[in-house]
């Protein structure tokens, strides 16, 4: 898209589609507001294009942070518009300059941990996150039941957890308040 080839709006398109709808739906996104959201997401990745730089992060993170960034933006702006009659003062929280060196290290420390996973819970997550597809969509594709889709998913996002924990990059008392969260609503069967 930087050096204005022919065809590579739709190929980027197709090819972040689904993660950019992923992270709308994580977000929080209201339905009605998907399609302008996806929108103004794709119109920015289309604007960056040029400062991609693959010695500091793929394509697919690339594409991912802009899609965050722009997505917690338009919740704050939700957020400040006033009540009907009501005006309130607001304060943003400051934004964070971009930083290279750390962002590669989160993406270097975020890939160990990656690695660490069992492969049958990599290749279930890298569907899920790198590409959106639904639970339902892995298992057509790997042929493996729902159910197993299922259970690879979040014992590995656990594992991830933990494993970022242990590295500093999450505090220990968020993995350990969502695990718990998790296993009393839904209990896991022993590994």
Known sequence: MARGEPGAINECLNRFR???WALSRRL?????DADDAV???????WKSAARFDPTIASETTFVAMIARRRLIDRARRSKRRPEAGMIEETIAAPLIEDDATEIREAAAVAQAAFQLLRPEQQRVLGLSIQYGCSHE????STGLPLGTVKTHARRGLIRLRQSLADSGV???GFVNSVSQARMTKNPAPSE
Not at 28 to 32: E, M, N
Not at 39 to 45: A, L, S, T
């Open 18 to 20: 689904g993660l950019v």
């Open 28 to 32: 929080g996104v209201k339905p009605a």
């Open 39 to 45: 929108q103004e997401i794709f119109i920015d990745v």
């Open 137 to 140: 969509q892995i298992a057509t």
């Open 170 to 172: 999450v505090p220990e």
